[in-house]
């Protein structure tokens, strides 16, 4: 397998948002709320997957906690569409990757990148089937530019700063860490995303999420295990 190593910031993706499919929704829910993180009011129902998501934003993210409601839907959806939601819900299980990261276009400044920019952009929208069926994976999904954080999320609105306020005090995603069961090769599109050094990921005895914002400044850890897999530092 080869990729294409680009420099980390002339690479085109970067991380929208990050998802986390469980199984106990509201437990997880307050668990993060008791830590110190917001909960956005908003919740997201997708009725074709079976499945109804609770929100946290960030200053540059927001991570969703993916709740499965309708068991025969999200069959159906991955008969359809390759994407087994059931066995990422059930993953302490079925040994898949309970984690999809959603990645948008990184923002153009100059004139002179936007072309190369663009063509980038083209290659690596249409992500490949063998990572939406590989479950053991992290499911890795484009995110039109129209739908992307960065292009509703104001910092000068007083309403969407306080969805990006949290009594935790943690502002910016600064570095994403992720561990998955598989000892199979990474597929193309993960390994050019791990290269790129969009996030790194590595084998391991359970799935894990490893979450630094602001570069771990204060030197603080917060352990969410075992109601979620994940970690954060900050």
Not at 194 to 205: A, C, E, P, R, Y
Request: glycine letters at 4%.
């Amino acid at each position: 397998m080869t990729t294409q190593l680009i420099s980390q910031e002339n690479f085109c993706l970067e991380i929208d948002h990050i998802s986390i499919f469980d199984r106990d929704n509201l437990s997880s829910v307050f668990l993060l709320e008791s830590l110190g993180f917001h909960c956005s009011e908003r919740v997201i129902e997708r009725r074709s997957q079976g499945t109804i998501s609770t929100v946290f934003f960030f200053e540059n993210t927001y991570l969703e906690l993916v709740h499965l409601v309708d068991r025969n839907i999200a069959k159906n959806f991955a008969i359809e569409n390759g994407i087994d939601i059931l066995a990422r819900t059930y993953w302490k299980k079925t040994g898949a990757s309970p984690f999809g990261i959603g990645l948008r276009s990184k923002p153009i400044f100059t004139p002179q990148k936007s072309h190369r920019h663009n063509l980038e952009i083209s290659r690596f929208t249409n992500f490949s089937s063998e990572n939406l069926a590989l479950s053991e994976e992290p499911l890795c999904f484009f995110i039109p530019d129209n739908l992307a954080l960065t292009t509703w999320l104001d910092p000068l609105n007083l309403s969407h700063r306080q969805l990006t306020s949290h009594p935790l005090g943690i502002k910016k995603l600064t570095n994403v860490k992720l561990t998955i069961t598989s000892n199979k090769e990474l597929t193309n599109i993960v390994a050019l995303l791990k290269d790129n050094q969009v996030f790194s990921i590595k084998q391991g005895s359970s799935p894990l999420l490893e979450l630094q914002f602001d570069r771990a400044a204060r030197g603080e850890l917060i352990d969410a295990r075992p109601v979620l897999p994940m970690i954060i530092s900050y």
